[in-house]
């Protein structure tokens, strides 16, 4: 029977679409994750998610509210209660206490969560909290807690026993994940082989689906679970194409190095694209296939003249990215079918430039978006190549080819580009 292992204790999970966070609070009694926005905006109700990654261990934060159980099978979730060993406080929490970051409390579980994950990883403080609000303390002290932290903790993932000495995690709780990781590197062996038969939907990281389906009843049937599965996984640099697994998430993206290094704007779009939790479960190929006309990484890859390779009954195809949306929340996919990788070709070289307008800038959706790629391989004062496009502005993510190819080989003046933003509205409602 499916399971999880929630701290210390193996939890049998019923085929339910309920979420993570109300199974934990009313059927397992764990009430330090706390319900609030329900969409992944406030961090209230993170959870410590650990699993197996391509052979290495991962701790991610993730919204408790927004994973429906199947998303958790097999692995194993981290509460706030699990980090108290004792009555001893956590490094964490004692820096919370000691810099003035807790007044009512009810924030607190998700930071905590947020800053020990951020502390087994090697990664950035101030960046893993950007998603938690705390409206009754200010964010003074918390910023404080992470500067202590950073003096405390050399910034480096942590193995078991640096997690346990350190006082991070508690020892019976790494004591009863070591099985749980020689079962999956046996499982991962064995391979994973869908099966796409009768299957009426998919979902991978669910953050959109959780939010559209807020007020689910619990035997609400869930969509088939993608996330885990190994040919959705990694991103590999070879001679002609960057690939990138549908299932890889928008965090694991934005700590690409390779491919940040190669287009600087893909990082800078990603720490506005939600809240930590949310990028910690949210996927590349999800944020696609959900089809909405506004998906930040849909414009980006539009610009990058990427392809997909989709795959079903019927076998495994490649299709542009430009030939994937049919209409408003309408796509190319076949019952059954899939979003397996995507490719963004290597040649030519190009920079990218990626531009949101939304109400505020962190954590919101967007009201018109656009990334803009150049060939960069001929250097005459003209403009190279283009590939634009722009989200917004119609039922479907648009690639303006005309728009583009008014700039090709103009020189770069104000009279040429405002020749081409002339363009831009004919095309967009053409």
């Not at 190929?285 to 990427?306: F, H």
């Not at 989709?310 to 542009?320: D, M, N």
């Amino acid at each position: 029977m499916p399971s999880v292992l929630i701290n210390t204790e193996q939890v049998v999970l019923p085929s339910s679409s309920t979420s993570l966070l109300q199974f934990l609070r009313e059927v397992q009694g764990l009430t330090a994750a706390k319900p609030a926005c329900n969409g992944g905006d406030c961090g209230a109700c993170l959870v410590l998610l650990a699993e197996l990654d391509q052979d290495v261990l991962r701790f991610r934060a993730v919204n408790s509210c927004l994973l429906i159980l199947s998303q958790v099978e097999g692995c194993v979730v981290i509460t706030p209660e699990a980090l108290v060993a004792g009555k001893e406080l956590t490094p964490v929490q004692q820096a919370l206490v000691e810099q003035g970051a807790i007044q009512c409390g009810y924030c607190t579980p998700g930071l905590s969560i947020a800053l020990t994950a951020a502390l087994l990883n090697g990664d950035v403080l101030t960046d893993a909290v950007a998603g938690n609000l705390c409206r009754c303390t200010g964010y003074g002290g918390i910023r404080r807690a992470c500067a202590v932290l950073d003096a405390q903790f050399p910034r480096q993932p942590r193995s078991f026993d640096e997690a346990v000495t350190q006082g991070l995690l508690p020892a019976a709780v790494v004591r009863a994940m070591q099985p749980a990781v020689e079962q999956w590197t046996s499982e991962r062996s064995a391979g994973d082989t869908p099966d796409l038969a009768g299957a009426c939907g998919f979902i991978a990281g669910g953050t959109d689906w959780s939010v559209q389906h807020a007020h689910r009843e619990p035997d609400l049937p869930a969509p088939r679970q993608l996330q885990r599965q190994s040919a959705l996984q990694g991103i590999s640099m070879g001679d002609t194409h960057i690939d990138i697994g549908a299932a890889v998430t928008l965090a694991e993206l934005q700590s690409c190095d390779e491919l940040t290094s190669r287009w600087p704007d893909i990082h800078r779009m990603l720490e506005y694209f939600a809240a930590p939790g949310i990028r910690n479960s949210a996927t590349a190929g999800g944020n696609l296939a959900n089809a909405s006309p506004i998906a930040d990484l849909a414009v980006l890859l539009l610009a990058l003249e990427a392809e997909l390779v989709l795959a079903g009954l019927q076998g495994r195809y490649r299709l542009p990215l430009s030939d994937f949306y049919l209409g408003y929340r309408q796509t190319a996919l076949a019952p059954g079918e899939r979003v397996e990788r995507i490719l963004i070709p290597r040649e030519p070289e190009r920079r990218l430039c990626f531009e949101k307008i939304c109400r505020r800038p962190h954590d919101d959706i967007a009201s018109v978006n656009s990334a803009l790629t150049e060939d960069t391989s001929q250097k005459s004062g003209c403009f190279g190549r283009l590939s634009f496009a722009a989200g917004g502005v119609g039922p479907v993510p648009l690639l303006l080819t005309r728009t583009a190819a008014t700039l090709e080989s103009q020189p770069v003046t104000v009279a040429s580009v405002r020749a081409a933003l002339a363009l831009i509205a004919d095309e967009a409602a053409g």
